[in-house]
Structure formats: C-alpha cells, structure tokens
C-alpha cells in the first residue's frame, strides 16, 4: 500500500499545522482549526480533522481558473450551482447538492481559490451519520496558511504533485503525531 498511501501528521508545536507525505515527497499542509480528533468524536461544525484513513473519492475542479488536474481519479468540472450540503438531518447530508438549495450547504464555486480543486474524502459518506460532520475535503490552502474547517489543504503545485500520483486504490491517513 505504500505507493497508495498518504500520510499527513500534524506538527506538535502546532495541530492545525502539518506534513503530508506521499511518493518519497513531503508538503507542508495546513489542517482543522480544532486540530485533530478521533472520528468518534468528531461533530458538524467542530472545525477539527478526522484522525483515520479514508479513501480519495474524486477530483472537482474549476476548469473557468485552473489547468485540469493530471490524476486516474475521478474529474469532475465544478459548476456555479455545485453546493455541498451540511445540513445534518438532511437525506443529501454531505453530498454534493445542486444550488439553490433550501438547506444549510457550502458553495463549491467560490470567490476564494481554496476550492478551486476538491477532493471529497471517504469520511462519513458510506452512509453518512448525522451531526459526524461533512465536507472533509482535499483542497488549496489559503495565501496566509490559516487553519480549514477540518479539512487537509495544500499549496496549489503541492496538490497538482500529489494528484498525478493518485488513483482509485490511494487513501489518505491521518494521524495524531
């Protein structure tokens, strides 16, 4: 597994900091403004990482702002109507949901860059439990590096590097330290 696998590892000094590594190569990550928590107790909203192991599902990306990703992952073009609902008790809970959309969701097209590529992780999806939080994503950090809602991001050419590497057996593991 271990041309398949990714690690990401949160940096002691600070948890919403971290190393992903991943084909001999390590990339400076940014993670969950929570930390990282056990998926057990991880909750919607809570801003934390889920510790564990979790499948890479697909790519969306904007193909109006960026060159499509090289990967044997899924692709998929991220359209103006493309939300993500997090409404807990919602039957689409963390799933991709066309806008507009009469419950609580986050909108993929963006006017930040950091969903510019997004890569949907294999947490609470197969079903999805309500209220164990959604929309933990692979996506671009931020210029200022600040801490996600509980997602992995990463630099731009970081996360087009790790892509190419990927396919549909790769899963990420993230761990406490």
């Given at each position: 597994m ?20 991943f ?13 990282v ?19 890479l599902?697909?790519?969306?990306y ?8 090289s990967?044997?992952l ?5 359209k103006e ?36 590529i ?13 209220d164990m ?8 950090m ?5 801490p996600t809602?509980?997602?992995v ?6 996360l087009?590097?790790?892509l ?14």
């Amino acid at each position: 597994m271990g041309d398949h696998l990714i690690t990401v590892t949160p940096d002691s000094a600070d948890p919403t900091r971290g190393i992903l590594q991943f084909h001999g190569q390590n990339y400076d990550c940014v993670l969950g403004r929570g930390g990282v928590i056990a998926a057990v107790a991880k909750r919607e909203g809570d801003g934390a990482t889920p510790l564990g192991t979790w499948a890479l599902r697909c790519v969306y990306y904007r193909a109006d702002k960026l060159e499509k990703p090289s990967t044997a992952l899924p692709l998929h073009v991220i359209k103006e109507t493309d939300g993500w609902c997090d409404a807990s008790e919602h039957p689409a809970y963390n799933t991709l949901v066309e806008l507009p959309f009469d419950d609580s969701h986050e909108e993929m097209w963006r006017k930040d860059d950091v969903y510019d590529i997004v890569v949907p992780l294999g947490y609470n999806d197969d079903p999805p439990i309500p209220d164990m939080g959604s929309a933990i994503f692979l996506h671009l950090m931020r210029p200022e590096k600040t801490p996600t809602a509980g997602c992995v991001a990463l630099a731009l050419p970081d996360l087009y590097a790790v892509l190419a590497h990927c396919g549909s057996d790769t899963v990420i593991s993230i761990s406490e330290k």
